[in-house]
């Protein structure tokens, strides 16, 4: 089984940045097709970005160009770089993967149970 843990998450004010992680145990990362999806309290969980076995990313489109998504096979974890943000980036921020390349859709098979990045 593939089990995601998510860190890195806390508060900051606005225009600031934080990197978020997501250890991969149980499967290896460059084996994987791997997301970031966030939620804010009375919305529907969003994709954000996502990235492909070789590495290929795909961004939500208002958030390009201030989000990077990556990843580290070394050390099998997923990264998500968020700068300039904004409190409208407020919400719970789950790491997803998958054998399939499922991009920015929600129907990932595995999930972390997320962290929470607070702007304001």
């Not at 499967?27 to 994987?32: D, I, Q, T």
């Not at 999806?37 to 919305?43: D, E, H, L, M, T």
């Not at 489109?61 to 974890?77: M, P, V």
Request: with cysteine.
């Amino acid at each position: 089984d593939v089990q995601l843990v998510e860190s890195g998450g806390g508060s900051v004010q606005p225009g600031g940045s934080l990197r978020l992680s997501c250890e991969v145990s149980g499967y290896m990362v460059s084996e994987l097709y791997m997301a970031w999806f966030r939620q804010a309290p009375g919305k529907e969980r969003e994709g954000v970005a996502a990235i492909d076995k070789s590495g290929a990313t795909t961004y939500a489109g208002s958030l390009q160009g201030r989000f990077t998504i990556s990843k580290d096979n070394a050390e099998n974890t997923l990264y998500l770089q968020m700068n300039n943000l904004s409190p409208e980036d407020t919400a719970m921020y789950y790491c997803a993967a998958d054998r399939f390349n499922l991009q920015l859709s929600r129907y990932y098979t595995n999930w972390g149970r997320g962290t929470q990045v607070t702007v304001s």
